[in-house]
């Protein structure tokens, strides 16, 4: 349930490292605004996901504080807006992640809610959104439902669906010529979802599916998953689950010695907590895809060193997406000069997004942020050279290639 404080991020003392700052804040001034139309003189914004379960740390307290710094940095420009932050635990349960948010939305008066970190969550909170007409920016939903044929025009996908994670591994790998799939998944709305997706493009892609078998969330013992995956003979083995699921999966990966054995895993959905968790003895060559890593360039070694600091580890792409979709929500509001919905999403449409997570994303008509993907894979152990530096970058995904055509989309908002 709603765990948390009713933050007033209006935030006291100076920023945690101003130089990172400064690079974050410049090149994304924007006027000032005229404010008339602020409800109730403050904007509040609501962080829910999971905060103490399988997906507590890609997500969870972390993606608070990227809410918190990106509060931070709004108010560095707008001092005279007042910005408060609120956060609650969904517990991964669709019916307690919709009663905090109807009540934020009816009773609190949260304007946007970030984050939300669980497929079936988010369609509960994306129709209650709609309803409301209430703004989400939404993390870890994996599900193409959300954008596809339960889309509404306040839910903006920021981070990643299924078909951008699994479009660039599936085509890359079938090239090299590893063209049979076994797929072990999460028996929720994303796992389904995920193998779904998958099997659509390996067929298009010339490979063949050799099964797919799910477990419950928070699953302990994956033997007798892994067997089926061994016995059927496919050339590579797809974990279509996350967080401690994935990292449980791969330590017994590894007891089994499957790799030895001559199967390819591939992780569907992976993060940067995930191979600190296992460790890069298990984690190593095993790929993903990602919409962002803290070691990309300076702008993102930037942000990461100052989430760092404040968190004790480094973001992942969960987190650091909460962060860019707070702080793209607060400066239209700003430019808006109003927390109307329609109005600050109108400026969140027409503004390309301009931070260190997507430089130059735009929102298209199914909700969907569109920005690059990188396929990533896990370094050995002797390769590491700093903390967290975990990923070796693969190749860059052009945002051109990450996303389902837009003409193909089940989207109802798409003009077609």
């Known amino acids: 349930m709603e ?8 935030l006291r003392g100076p920023l945690l490292q101003a130089t990172a700052a400064v690079a974050v804040v410049t090149a994304m001034s924007l006027p000032t605004a005229t404010l008339a139309e602020i409800s109730g003189g403050v904007v509040r914004v609501g962080v829910i996901n999971d905060q103490s379960g399988p997906l507590a740390d890609l997500s969870g307290p972390g993606s608070v504080v990227a809410a918190e710094l990106a509060i931070e940095d709004f108010k560095a420009m707008h001092p005279e807006i007042e910005v408060d932050l609120v956060s609650a635990d969904h517990q991964n349960k669709p019916d307690i992640g919709a009663q905090i948010v109807r009540k934020w939305f009816d009773v609190d008066g949260v304007d946007m809610v970030a984050d939300v970190s669980n497929s079936a969550v988010g369609l509960a909170v994306n129709a209650l959104a709609k309803e409301a007409n209430k703004i989400v920016g939404f993390a870890v939903i994996g599900t193409t439902e959300l954008s596809g044929a339960q889309c509404a025009k306040t839910g903006l996908a920021w981070l990643h669906d299924n078909y951008n994670l699994v479009s660039g591994p599936v085509r890359e790998y079938v090239g090299q010529g590893l063209d049979t799939w076994f797929f072990i998944a999460a028996d929720y709305a994303f796992g389904h979802n995920m193998v779904a997706e998958s099997e659509t493009i390996l067929a298009a892609a010339g490979g063949t599916s ?8 928070g699953n302990s013992d994956y033997a007798s998953f892994l067997l ?3 016995s059927s003979g496919a050339k590579v083995v797809a974990f279509g689950n996350a967080g401690s699921q994935l990292v449980t999966a791969m330590k017994q990966w590894n007891e089994f010695g499957m790799t030895e054995a001559g199967q390819k895993p591939v992780a569907e ?15 190593q060559g095993l790929s993903t895809v990602t919409a962002w890593y803290w070691d990309l360039n300076d702008e993102t070694r930037a942000f990461g060193e100052r989430f760092m600091a404040r968190h004790g580890r480094a973001p992942t792409a969960p987190q650091a997406s909460v962060y860019s979709s707070v702080f793209h929500y607060l400066k239209s509001v700003a430019a808006a000069g109003s927390d109307d919905t329609d109005a600050a999403l ?8 301009d931070d260190f997570f997507a430089p130059g994303g735009t929102i298209r008509a199914d909700g969907k942020l569109v920005h690059d993907f990188y396929l990533v894979q896990a370094k050995k152990p002797d390769e590491m050279t700093k903390d967290w530096a975990y990923y070796d970058v693969v190749k860059t995904i052009p945002a051109a290639e990450a996303y389902l055509p837009l003409e193909n989309s089940a989207c109802p908002l798409v003009q077609k």
């Open 228 to 230: 089926q995956a061994q």
């Open 269 to 283: 959905l992976m993060f940067l907590t995930d191979v600190h968790s296992m460790g890069l003895k298990t984690a």
């Open 346 to 353: 109108a400026k969140m449409i027409e503004t390309p997004v």
């Open 3 to 10: 765990r948390n404080t009713t933050r007033k991020t209006a």
């Open 210 to 217: 050799a099964g797919s078998v799910f477990h419950p969330l």
